[in-house]
């Protein structure tokens, strides 16, 4: 008897590591991430601050799981704010990647997704060590960031001990019409957009590396017109570590966008001096550039410059700057950030500023976490 159970060990084992593996597979990582918001700023008539208003900013689910060895999918569904009672739960990314098996080691992700566009369109905002988003991706991309429903392949460059990555996307072309584009009501299929992003990682000594990226971006802004839009973008980032409890990132974009228009966004036809429609170049950019000092593992302190045009104009300007401070008890499950920012927007030679307080709350059950260290 003890010599028949002997021999029926592996056959458990291997049923057992079979069961496993289909539970790995059927069931997926599952994580919860709500953002609150308590905020006040002097944008009254008076230029007084206004009572904090307590805002509920996004709920976030996210599902997450390999389908087998080869291959993995993410779910993320977004609750958005402040209006719960109207607000509906939405589709935020759902794609398939492909990691391994295929020729010349090639990745390839398929769905709806954040496109890998410079740094900090792939992060999420609970991940940010900051509140608010910067202004060139608000401006050039919208609130959501370049995120769209298309197929990316990536690959690795043979450059020896310098890791380099080029990845390449072919897109629907809905988010550009939606943000930074003229509305298109022909009823036509959107025109495709396509990106890429060369990237390259430097390890410069054991304590701090630096990672530099190219992007770009062209696709159809005007859908009545066919005229195209491109943008150039330039990314770092670098990051000291002397210690598991202490961290120094300093990262910034810039962001070129030229485009033949022959009407902005809101449809108003441009005229030459003599008052007659004329078709434009324009160029206009955009950038950021923060520091973040984290210190203790749970305490981090940074700021952040902002400037950016907009998409259709050099006259529109924003510029300002953000001061935050971060607290991440209990590891990673628990974020509290306090912001203050200063905001000056400039459009047609008229300017305004606002000067904002913020305190924002973050907590997530579950494997994706609210701040990584």
């Not at 080869?70 to 492909?98: N, W």
């Not at 957009?193 to 990226?213: I, N, Q, W, Y």
Request: glycine letters at 8%; one cysteine or more.
């Amino acid at each position: 008897m003890k010599f028949y159970v002997i021999l029926m060990l592996p056959s458990l084992a291997f049923a057992m590591h079979g069961y496993m593996s289909a539970q790995t597979t059927l069931n997926p990582e599952i994580s919860v991430i709500p953002r609150f918001l308590l905020e006040t700023n002097d944008e009254s008539d008076d230029r007084s601050f206004t009572r904090p208003d307590l805002l509920f900013e996004e709920l976030e689910v996210v599902f997450a799981g390999y389908l087998n060895p080869f291959a993995r999918a993410d779910v993320v569904l977004t609750l958005p704010g402040p209006d719960l009672e109207e607000s509906k739960l939405g589709l935020e990314e759902v794609y398939a990647t492909i990691l391994r098996g295929l020729p010349f080691d090639l990745n390839v992700r398929f769905g709806k997704y954040r496109v890998e566009y410079g740094k900090i369109n792939l992060v999420h905002p609970h991940a940010w060590s900051f509140v608010t988003q910067p202004f060139s991706q608000e401006l050039f991309f919208g609130e959501e960031g370049l995120n769209d429903i298309g197929i990316s392949t990536s690959v690795l460059l043979p450059t020896g001990d310098i890791y380099t990555r080029l990845t390449v996307d072919l897109l629907r072309g809905s988010v550009i019409g939606e943000t930074t584009g003229i509305e298109d009501t022909t009823d036509a299929s959107p025109a495709y957009t396509t990106t890429a992003r060369l990237s390259s990682f430097f390890p410069l000594c054991d304590r701090s590396d630096l990672e530099v990226g190219l992007s770009g971006y062209t696709g159809i802004h005007d859908p009545y017109e066919k005229h195209r839009f491109w943008y150039g973008n330039f990314d770092f980032k670098y990051k000291y570590k002397p210690s598991s409890y202490t961290s120094l990132v300093v990262q910034g974009e810039y962001l070129l966008n030229t485009r033949m228009a022959g009407q902005d966004r809101d449809l108003s036809q441009f005229v030459d001096g003599d008052g007659n429609p004329e078709t434009r170049r324009i160029t206009t950019g955009g950038m950021y550039l923060f520091a973040d000092f984290q210190f203790q593992k749970i305490f981090s302190v940074g700021a952040r410059y902002d400037w950016s045009q907009s998409p259709y104009s050099k006259d529109d300007v924003a510029r300002g700057i953000a001061l935050f401070f971060g607290y991440y008890p209990v590891e990673e499950t628990l974020a509290l950030r306090l912001q203050f920012q200063n905001r000056k927007n400039e459009i047609m030679g008229s300017a305004s500023t606002v000067n904002a307080f913020m305190l924002q709350a973050i907590f997530s059950l579950g494997p994706h976490k609210a701040h990584p260290f």
